[in-house]
């Protein structure tokens, strides 16, 4: 029965939602999919960022790794673009795990994929939410935590696109998900992280976060 309500509210992530930004892409490939699949168990940790279609992910990726020579990433015009996973190796540290979007253009075989990978997470060390902080929780991002505290998978969930609120909206924004998660949670990382890609407020903490996660201070 957990497996068949997972099954249909993962198959609602896949709901038009509207565009909201721009949509950035990186490269995508299912055989890489299915490769990292069949990896030994003995791999580097890695890190998933999954969320909204045009919640800015990939912008927020570019944005942590812009320093990091081997990971590239390109900016797509066209919003909703990732429909792979898509793998970036930092070094010799840990993988990141781009999900593609769920809502607006998500790939047909996103359930499939997302399922699968989320129940073999080898080496899964976080799972990141991204979440628009000037619209807040929608239904599809609800529908996103469940699915995170049904699989038990920890998760920190981060809040985009800071610079386009003032601030006394983003603080009562801020408030209500904080709320959210303290009362409505239990697998999420009680702190918040509040990103803005394009002024890297907010950048250089999640930046701290990960490496301690990833043991890449040790």
Request: charged share 20%; with cysteine.
């Amino acid at each position: 029965m957990a497996a068949a309500r997972l099954s249909h509210r993962m198959g609602r992530l896949l709901e038009k939602a509207p565009a909201l930004g721009p949509w950035t892409r990186v490269y995508s490939t299912s055989p890489a999919f299915a490769e990292v699949l069949r990896l030994p168990q003995k791999q580097l940790t890695k890190v998933c960022f999954i969320g909204r279609s045009n919640v800015g992910k990939s912008s927020l990726i570019k944005a942590l790794f812009s320093l990091a020579p081997d990971v590239e990433v390109r900016i797509s015009k066209k919003p909703g673009h990732t429909k792979k996973m898509n793998f970036f190796k930092v070094g010799k540290h840990f993988t990141l795990v781009d999900m593609p979007g769920y809502g607006y253009r998500a790939p047909e075989d996103f359930v499939d994929m997302v399922e699968t990978y989320l129940k073999e997470r080898n080496n899964l060390k976080r799972t990141f939410l991204l979440v628009d902080s000037v619209v807040g929780i929608t239904k599809l991002d609800n529908i996103a935590i469940e699915m995170c505290e049904e699989f038990a998978l920890p998760y920190v969930m981060i809040l985009t696109k800071i610079d386009k609120s003032s601030k006394g909206y983003l603080l009562k924004q801020v408030l209500q998900i904080q709320k959210f998660v303290n009362t409505q949670t239990q697998g999420c990382f009680p702190q918040l992280f509040p990103i803005s890609a394009v002024t890297n407020s907010g950048v250089h903490l999640l930046k701290c976060f990960i490496a301690d996660i990833t043991g890449s201070l040790k």
